[in-house]
């Protein structure tokens, strides 16, 4: 069975992140990937120089276009940009209930530049959060979301997935994707919660710049893998192994003078 999948996310025209990175690690992991365009940026692998926001209603009227006629088994959501597009799809995705969210908080780039606005932040907490089944932050980015410093450590990191994990919904099993790839050293534990276990997925940081869209591409994995394995932890450790194989096999491309991309379709391109 060949599940569908949809991003909604913004435009990265170098096709390293977002939408057209969504797509690819979609694609390439066996669904047939849809699109809801959240934001317009102007960038490369060197840094962002605009953002275009999309208008609210035309949000809205390209998700309910697609769910009216599609059937989607999994949605990630990633780049929204401002607060009433967060609020809208919020609203949307809690009329179609689709059967699994990945929330990828994305805040900002790896340049840098932020591409989600203050006012934004707390209906992504407040209206997203507790629809997602498995949210996917960064240890910056779960600062934010709980208004405290970031995490330095390991130990840190349990304490900061068990409180993210209290902003999400009591009455079902949904998940917490701590990354830990901002940690000091070479090791690069990531944790996993549903706030009985406490999952530990352990990785080695690998020499190389081409990190650009790391975080959507593991989301955009974990989207694709959760229909078919029915299994979050399972689903987790699969897209942490093909990140890791995508970064490892980046040197393949040939892409810009920045951050380069992964390559999301190491398995498929000889």
């Known amino acids: 069975m060949i599940f569908n999948t949809l991003t909604i996310a913004g435009v990265d025209p170098s096709g390293g992140a977002g939408i057209l990175a969504d797509v690819k ?30 208008t609210p209603d035309f949000v809205r009227q390209q998700i309910d276009t697609l769910f009216d006629d599609v059937h989607i088994d999994s949605v990630k959501i990633g780049m ?9 799809v919020a609203e949307r995705l809690a009329y179609w209930m689709p059967d699994h969210i990945v929330l990828d908080p994305v805040m900002v780039a790896k340049s840098g530049d932020v591409l989600l606005d203050k ?15 498995v949210i996917t932050p960064n240890l910056p980015e779960a600062g934010v979301l709980l208004g405290e410093r970031e995490a330095d450590s390991l130990k840190d990191m349990y304490r900061v997935a068990e409180r993210l994990r209290k902003l999400m919904d009591h009455h079902r099993t949904v998940w917490v994707m701590l990354k830990g790839g901002h940690l000091p050293g070479n090791d690069t534990v ?9 999952i530990e997925l352990p990785g080695k940081r690998i020499d190389t710049r081409n990190t650009h ?33 995508a970064i490892a096999r980046s040197g ?19």
């Open 252 to 270: 393949q491309l040939n892409v810009g003078h920045g951050h380069g991309p992964v390559h999301h379709f190491h398995a498929l391109w000889s």
């Open 25 to 54: 690690t979609m694609s390439a992991l066996g669904t047939y990937a849809c699109a809801v365009v959240a934001a317009l940026t102007a960038q490369n692998t060197k840094g962002v120089s605009g953002v275009q926001p999309i």
């Open 190 to 198: 990531d944790l996993l919660t549903d706030g009985d276990r406490m």
């Open 80 to 88: 929204l940009g401002h607060e009433p597009v967060t609020r809208m």
């Open 213 to 245: 869209g790391t975080g959507c591409t593991l989301s955009a994995a974990l989207c694709a893998l959760i229909p078919g394995t029915g299994d979050v932890p399972q689903a987790a450790t699969m897209a942490k192994a093909y990140i890791e194989t």
């Open 119 to 133: 006012a934004a932040i707390a209906t992504l907490r407040e209206a997203l959060i507790p629809l997602s089944t």
